[in-house]
């Protein structure tokens, strides 16, 4: 199997590929990555060198570029996590993500239709629903909970996802889309809640929780996600969506305090700062179909997680170092309004 991933040099596009190394040896996995900002080649280093992985640096914008990759390799799937994936720089700035998410995934259905792919499938996530009440506890998203995007991000993903559904419809391309909720691990970019904490709390730096901290989240260890995705790649029903997570909602103040707990730092750094525009309250998901027909559950309990996670993050200084170190400070400045 010749296996496309897009966006492999990011957060989970390279625990997905380094998932697929381990599960699928046989499988040839070419990747491709326009290397903005969140996207790191030295997380794949260690894999540039395997006779069956390819890295190709290029735009899913670009589709000439695209285009000629496909002559050349005449890929079975793919697995498209190439995007804008930061809620907080939609707000600032979302024009990217409108031709990222939307343009760049028109482009690879275009192509994947002309090439007659075996299996095109969509990285989507659980935003596209919206958000739940803090006072609902009985309410979820299912597959089939209206699409109701609050951020330009995860508008974007929802109109990616119409259109790959569109592109079933009408043309039969032979789609899948899972719908995530939040993920962490290794190699998760310093911007997001997870290691954003970890490591100012490792500088003794605020920890700036937005407007009273009480917004829920439903954490799911990455590696999870990614046997989601290839269970649906090998099993999945092509035309259908699957939504994946693990019960498994936390409080952002309570994931705070536990990351300070851990750390034996004081909650005295944790800081309220503006809350964020437009703010999701609550993300939940239902994963029973994702359960009944294709067995999966998630593995690492968010205790186990968050362990792991915490001590990634001690043991890879060498990787997140030069991210904060660079362009990353301009940003943090921007947004905190403090180094
Ligand atoms: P990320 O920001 O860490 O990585 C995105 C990668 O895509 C980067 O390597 C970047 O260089 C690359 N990229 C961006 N624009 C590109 C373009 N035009 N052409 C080629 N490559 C491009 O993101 P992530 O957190 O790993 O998320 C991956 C996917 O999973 C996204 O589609 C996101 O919507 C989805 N998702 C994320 C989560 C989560 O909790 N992080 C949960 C559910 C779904
Ligand atoms: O639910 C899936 C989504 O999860 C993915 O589709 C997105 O790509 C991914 O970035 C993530 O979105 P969130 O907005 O939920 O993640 P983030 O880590 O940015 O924020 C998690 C929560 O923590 C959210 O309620 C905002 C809050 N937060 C975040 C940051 C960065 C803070 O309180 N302080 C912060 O500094």
């Known amino acids: 199997m010749k296996i496309v991933v897009t966006g492999g040099a990011g957060f989970i596009g390279s625990n997905f590929i380094f998932y697929m190394r381990k599960n699928h040896p046989d499988d040839r996995i070419i990747c491709i990555d326009k290397l903005t900002y969140a996207g790191n080649l ?33 890929p079975d799937m793919v697995v498209n996590f190439a995007a804008e994936s930061h809620v907080d720089r939609s707000i600032t700035d979302p024009g990217v993500f409108l031709q990222t998410n939307i343009m760049g995934t028109a482009v690879l ?19 596209v629903y919206g958000d739940l009440p803090l ?12 699409i109701h995007a609050s951020s330009p991000y995860s508008s974007s993903k929802a109109s990616a996802d119409l259109l790959v559904m569109a592109y079933y419809r009408t043309y039969g391309t032979p789609v899948t889309i899972s719908r995530c909720s939040n ?18 709390a490792l500088h003794d730096k605020p920890l700036p929780v937005y407007g009273n901290g009480l917004n829920v989240r439903d954490w799911l260890y990455v590696e999870d996600h990614c ?4 269970l649906i790649l090998h099993r999945g029903q092509i035309g259908e969506i699957y939504n994946v997570g693990g019960h498994n909602e936390m409080r952002n103040i309570d994931i705070v305090r536990k990351i300070c707990r ?19 309250m609550r993300y939940a ?19 186990e997680g968050i362990l792991k996670t915490v001590q990634w993050y001690l043991d890879h200084q060498t990787w997140w170092e030069p991210i904060i170190n660079g362009e990353y400070q301009s940003y943090y400045r921007k947004m905190y309004g403090t180094d």
């Not at 794949?44 to 050349?72: G, T």
């Not at 851990?262 to 999701?280: C, F, N, Y």
């Open 183 to 200: 993920n962490y691990g290794p190699y998760h970019f310093p911007e997001k809640l997870i290691p954003l904490m970890i490591i100012n």
């Open 135 to 146: 006072d609902r506890p009985d309410l979820f998203f299912r597959e089939d909970t209206p």
């Open 42 to 74: 030295s997380t794949l280093e260690p894999i540039m060198d395997d006779q069956e992985f390819r890295f190709v640096k290029a735009d899913i914008c670009d589709r000439e570029v695209i285009h000629r990759l496909f002559e050349e390799e005449h």
């Open 227 to 230: 046997k989601a995705i290839d």
């Open 262 to 280: 851990i750390l034996q730092k004081p909650e005295s750094l944790i800081t309220h700062v503006a809350d964020r525009k437009g703010h999701d």
């Open 109 to 127: 259905l275009d192509i994947c239709r002309e090439f007659g792919i075996k299996r095109f499938h969509q990285v989507s996530t659980d935003e």
């Open 285 to 303: 998901i239902d994963p029973t179909k994702i359960q009944t027909e294709l067995g999966w559950y998630p593995e690492t309990s968010f205790d």
